[in-house]
Structures are given as structure tokens and as C-alpha cells.
């Protein structure tokens, strides 16, 4: 007799969220899907065959809980809840929003005794959508279970084992930090090279045959910057809440304060893409990075 499937609890299905969701039930686990908005659990539902839930109550006999928020303030609230309903149950939690590491201590303290791993995410929408995300996980490799791998799996290429409670979350703040600050610089670097007189395109591509070259030169500038798109999928107001998560180990570097103050200089950037950040740069300077072919 094969073994039951195990029972998935999926909270928050936004640009992230839905996707994994989805994968999760093409894996075969039995996904159960809640929202804040309750009509977008049963579209989901409804167009893929998940489970909508409706009370916290509903989630006593979850093998796993998994919540996709935008930040550990709100994840500890809803996970708390979920905690006060489910009485004697321990399912494992995992939290794949970015988050802060003082955070998932407190989390981890209010969910006991249930497991409780920061796991947060990178890769984007796409890597949602194709099952490529990174996981990097606030868990020793000991202590990650096959079941819990095989979880994971149906939506990450990539599990990294980061260490103790919080470890996933600092992981991933230091990652999006380096992540936007290589796109100022980058940018910055070639706008410069723009009022030189020389072609940034012609310059991408030489700096992408070069040891100058990243993620930022190679993708995200010629297919979100140069083309005007500026639609990546991942929120500015994301990504500056993001980097703040790594204010308590980040703090004294001149890098992150300088990166910082660019960040906040957008009081309001809900619906900005964070590839927009460029506009600044390109405004500082009196021209862009659009491509010469547009």
C-alpha cells in the first residue's frame, strides 16, 4: 500500500504564492489554500484543484503549514493563529517570505512545539512558475527530513541548508541587498560610460564577456532597463523592506547605508517594479538607459 500524501497547508497566494501552490498540487501533496481575501483562495481552487480553507480550525491534521506573506510581522500574526487552532497538532512550519531574524526567533518560540523554518525564497515569479526557486533555509542539512526535502522540491532547484533559526532569513536579506545594489552600481557604471560617449549596450556586452559581468549586466538590465519594460515582478517597496531585514548585521557598512538611502528616497513604491530604481539614477543624470534599437 503506498504511503498517504502529505497534507499541505498553503497561506497567501499572491505573484509568489499562487505558483507554488499549483506545483505543489501537480507534486501530488494534498494542498489546502487560504487567503485574505477569501475569493482568491477559491479561484485557485477552482482553477487547480486545491482546497480552500476557510477557519484556522480546518488545519489540525496538516503534515506541513506553509506561508508565502509579505513580512514576518504579518507571519507571525497568521501563524500564531493558526498555532491557537490546531490544539495538540504539530505541524512543520515553513515561512517563505523574507523576513528578519529576530523574527523567527520569536515565531519559532510562539509555535512550539511545532517545527518552525524560515525558508525564504529566491528566483522571482518565473522561478515560481518553472519550479526553480533557491530555498535557503534556517535549518541544519540533519535536520531536514526527506518528506521535508521532497516538499520543497516541487518547487526549488535548490535547497542550502543555512544553519540555525533566522540564518535562511539573514541569508536572503544579504542576498537581495546585493542583489539591488549590483543593479544601482551597474547602472550607475553605465550611464556614466552613456555621457563618455559610449554605447551602454555595446558596453553590457563587452562587460558580459568580461569578469565585470552579473546577473544584473547579463539579465535584468538588457531585458527590464534597456528595453523599458521595467516589469522583473518583484516589488521596490519589497525589496527596500528586504534590505531593512538586514539592518541588525549590515548596519556599519558604508555599502548598505548608501544603498539604503537610495532605497528610501520612495516613500511610497507599492507598485513600482524594483528595477525602477534605475530611474533615479538616470534622472540624477540627465539621460537613460533605453536601448537605441527601441
Not at 501563524?79 to 491557537?84: A, C, D, F, N
Not at 542583489?179 to 558596453?203: C, F, M, Q, Y
Not at 538588457?222 to 548596519?251: H, I, W
Request: hydrophobic share 35%.
Amino acid at each position: 500500500m503506498a504511503p498517504p500524501r502529505s497534507k499541505v497547508a498553503f497561506l497567501g497566494l499572491g505573484a509568489m504564492g499562487s505558483p507554488i501552490a499549483r506545483r505543489l498540487k501537480a507534486a501530488k501533496f494534498d494542498v489546502f489554500v487560504w487567503n485574505r481575501h477569501t475569493e482568491t483562495a477559491k479561484q485557485h481552487s477552482e482553477k487547480w484543484g486545491t482546497t480552500v480553507v476557510r477557519d484556522f480550525s480546518e488545519l489540525k491534521n496538516m503534515d506541513y503549514v506553509m506561508s508565502c506573506l509579505p513580512n514576518t510581522k504579518l507571519s507571525g500574526e497568521i501563524l500564531g493563529q493558526v498555532r491557537s487552532s490546531i490544539g495538540d497538532s504539530a505541524p512543520t512550519f515553513f515561512d517563505l517570505t523574507s523576513g528578519d531574524v529576530c523574527d523567527a526567533r520569536s515565531i519559532a518560540d510562539t509555535l512550539s512545539p511545532s517545527r518552525y523554518i524560515d525558508s525564504p525564497i529566491s528566483g522571482g515569479p518565473k522561478g515560481a512558475h518553472e519550479g526553480t526557486l533557491t530555498t535557503m533555509a534556517g535549518v541544519s542539512a540533519a535536520d531536514l527530513s526527506d518528506t521535508d526535502r521532497s516538499v520543497l522540491e516541487a518547487f526549488c532547484k535548490k535547497i542550502v541548508c543555512c544553519g540555525d533559526v533566522g540564518s535562511g532569513f539573514a541569508v536572503k536579506s544579504t542576498n537581495n541587498y546585493l542583489n539591488v545594489t549590483h543593479l544601482i552600481l551597474a547602472s550607475d557604471a553605465l550611464l556614466r560610460l552613456k555621457k563618455a560617449g559610449v554605447d551602454p549596450e555595446v558596453a553590457a556586452a563587452a562587460i558580459n564577456a568580461s569578469s565585470g559581468r552579473s546577473l544584473q549586466t547579463e539579465v535584468r538590465i538588457p531585458t527590464e532597463v534597456f528595453s523599458r519594460q521595467f516589469n522583473y515582478g518583484f516589488r521596490l517597496d519589497l525589496m527596500a523592506k528586504d534590505v531593512d531585514c538586514g539592518e541588525s548585521f549590515l548596519a556599519e557598512s558604508e555599502f548598505f547605508q548608501l544603498t539604503k538611502k537610495i532605497l528610501s528616497s520612495h516613500h511610497d513604491s507599492s507598485t513600482l517594479d524594483y528595477t525602477e530604481i534605475v530611474k533615479d539614477l538616470e534622472q540624477q543624470l540627465g539621460t537613460t538607459l533605453a536601448s537605441q534599437n527601441k
